[in-house]
């Protein structure tokens, strides 16, 4: 199959990258959750080798994903795994990180909450839980761009949208997962770090 491609993937890898290095260099396997085209995953296993990276989507992304996969899979790059949110049981998985990349604003807030107890549920003590994405502040847009990205979003689907920074934290202490830091990115997105207790 042809791959899917992401330009926004391609834009903000290298972003990425430079906080995933310093706050994973410690860990030894990550999760990614909604791995999508699957550019990240190849991307981000090639870059850091001293991880185990697990990539995960729902079932009609898995395709895509492999596609990258067959051209160019690091060694440690996993299979990727069914993955939807809602489903009820996760797959028994020991990983030491967590990531997402632009997912909060596409699912629906009970989908973001069953995502910050799933990952929550995987993490050891110590373990991080990486989260990319455009985010509001005390309910506020930080950019006119992301007030127009949030309009689109809603009115393709009114339960999406952008999430606020401190619903999110509030969300993660819930779970037992304090926000250690909040790293700014290109293109008004940021990178938000949790640690769990």
């Known amino acids: 199959m042809e791959k899917p491609f992401s330009q926004a993937c391609e834009n903000n890898k290298a972003p990425i ?10 860990a030894r396997s990550v ?24 990539p995960s ?12 996969m067959a051209e160019a899979a690091p060694g440690n790059l996993r299979e990727p795994l069914e993955l939807d949110v809602d489903q009820p049981d ?21 989908q973001v909450e069953r995502c910050f ?3 929550a549920a995987r993490l ?20 006119e761009s992301n007030a127009r990205f949030d309009a ?9 949208g952008l999430r606020d920074c401190e619903a999110l934290q509030a969300l993660g202490a819930r779970v ?5 830091a909040d790293h700014p990115m290109p293109a008004n997105n940021r990178l938000l770090v949790w640690r769990k207790a």
């Open 17 to 26: 990258l430079a906080v995933l290095r310093e706050v994973m260099a410690g």
């Open 31 to 54: 999760l990614e959750i909604g791995s999508g085209t699957g550019q990240h995953a190849v991307y981000f296993a090639g870059q850091m080798p001293w991880l185990v990276w697990q």
């Open 57 to 68: 989507d729902r079932r009609e992304n898995l395709p895509g994903i492999r596609a990258w």
């Open 90 to 110: 996760w797959p028994a998985l020991a990983v030491d990180a967590a990531f997402s990349a632009n997912t909060a604003h596409i699912m629906s807030w009970p």
């Open 117 to 119: 107890a799933g990952v």
């Open 124 to 143: 050891p003590a110590g373990g991080v839980f990486c989260l990319y994405g455009p985010f509001n502040y005390a309910g506020q847009f930080t950019s």
């Open 152 to 160: 689109m979003l809603r009115a393709r689907d009114p339960a999406s």
């Open 176 to 180: 037992g997962l304090a926000l250690v």
